[in-house]
């Protein structure tokens, strides 16, 4: 496939993702997207005051507790819009919510009654919550282009593999949903796809001042959008090791890292100082844990298997409060889909190994040393290690992880999966793979 072919496929899938993420701002109900009325109020607070909330002991739950960033992006874009009505829908709740909580059905699923002036020029907070959607939108699109760039300089000489990637990531129906939805996770998938491209834009072509300046920005304005790219800083740290490692430069590990995390900590260190004054740990989740509870039992083993359904199912869609799934077959689609990739990964990974004439752990080396090689390892471990805290976080929590806080590291999952799926067919029918799985998730 030439750059040209490739361009031109991009611009269709990032209309069509707008177009779509456009449907689901302005028909799904209002506050009715993940946790909407906390992070809708979070704005509302931000506009009225110019400061960010404090969640106050007793308070119970909200999201004073959370980083600021994307919630002041949603006040810039929403500033004017009045808030008369937003008290009202504290009691709106629907007594009915929950019927068939997460099953496929035809009951009535909405959080909220919506009041006939629930509409467009009758209500503030109607036309406030599709602002910020709208607005949240246009982040979507941007963490789209910038996987297909991540994707680019994973693999620069043949731009199907960086399409496959970028339509898989963009017909994700969670991740469509969510985009148009008022949610920090889609800061947080903004900075942490620039932190991906800026962790393998180094280790293809090097480190330099402005390069590791663009990755600490990443870095510190990922901290704060949300914490789940915390996960990234290590991934950083062990991208600048593996180039100093491979070009026997040790000192510019050093001296790069210090660039690199210094300018993170230009906007870490202050809001982290802010957050331990408030609730005293520099993360606030020790007051978060207060007001939406702990777990009363300990996480059991008969517990994993519902929280990976759980986590997988919310990944790839639950639309509303997750309480819409998808259909069952959709589900095990994916998970097949999944499967395969993660064999094609395994097979890729054997046959390097097998092929090389040196032993296992020399041939590892050796494929840490390569530039491709380097730049899939990064992305796996950005992977693992934002998987790893959600575990933690699962036997701290009453309640399940969602598949949005992977979003972060949603171009290390799609390019990933497309590179796994890819190692079953000859690489003529790349080109072939990219639009067919693009336009599979299209019709999903």
């Not at 959008?225 to 991208?239: D, E, I, N, Q, Y």
Request: charged share 15%; proline share 5%; glycine share 10%.
């Amino acid at each position: 496939m030439s750059e040209q072919t490739a361009r031109r496929l991009l611009s269709a899938i990032l209309i069509l993702f707008i177009v779509l993420g456009i449907a689901y701002a302005l028909t799904t109900p209002t506050l009715e997207a993940p946790d909407e009325v906390y992070h809708y109020d979070y704005i509302r607070k931000l506009v009225n005051t110019g400061r960010p909330p404090v969640l106050e002991e007793g308070s119970g739950r909200g999201f004073g507790h959370h980083a600021p960033l994307y919630y002041a992006y949603g006040a810039l874009v929403s500033f004017w819009v009045g808030d008369s009505d937003l008290s009202a829908w504290t009691e709106r709740h629907n007594p009915y919510f929950g019927y068939q909580y997460g099953e496929v059905g035809q009951d009535n699923k909405n959080l909220y009654i919506h009041p006939a002036d629930d509409a467009f020029g009758k209500s503030d907070t109607w036309l406030g919550v599709r602002l910020v959607r709208l607005a949240s939108t246009v982040l979507g699109a941007i963490t789209v282009w910038i996987i297909y760039r991540v994707g680019r300089e994973v693999f620069p000489g043949r731009p199907e593999m960086a399409l496959g990637a970028a339509g898989l990531s963009a017909f994700i129906p969670e991740f469509l949903f969510i985009s148009g939805a008022i949610n920090d996770d889609n800061g947080a998938a903004v900075f942490g796809a620039l932190a991906l491209w800026a962790t393998t834009r180094i280790l293809h072509k090097g480190p330099t001042h402005r390069r590791c300046l663009a990755l600490g920005l990443a870095l510190g304005l990922g901290w704060l959008s949300k914490l789940t790219v915390v996960a990234l800083l290590p991934t950083a740290g062990f991208a600048l090791a593996l180039v100093a490692w491979r070009n026997h430069r040790w000192h510019d590990l050093l001296r790069f890292g210090l660039i690199t995390f210094a300018v993170a900590a230009l906007f870490i260190v202050p809001w982290a100082a802010r957050q331990t004054i408030h609730y005293g740990d520099p993360t606030g989740t020790s007051r978060e844990m207060s007001e939406w509870g702990l777990r009363e039992k300990p996480v059991a083993l008969s517990d994993l298997g519902p929280d990976l359904y759980w986590l997988r199912t919310s990944f790839w869609g639950r639309l509303g409060y997750n309480q819409i799934p998808l259909a069952r077959w959709i589900y095990q689609l994916l998970d097949g889909m999944t499967l395969l990739a993660g064999l094609g990964l395994i097979h890729l990974t054997v046959n390097r190994l097998l092929s090389s004439p040196h032993s296992p752990a020399i041939a590892v080396l050796d494929i840490l040393s390569s530039v491709r090689g380097s730049q899939i390892a990064a992305l796996a471990a950005a992977l693992m290690l934002t998987f790893g805290p959600m575990v933690v976080r699962r036997f701290l929590r009453p309640m399940p992880n969602f598949g949005r806080y992977l979003f972060p590291v949603l171009s290390s999952i799609t390019i990933l999966m497309f590179t796994g799926l890819s190692a079953w067919l000859p690489r003529r029918y790349h080109a072939h793979l990219a639009i067919g799985i693009s336009s599979g998730m299209l019709a999903l």
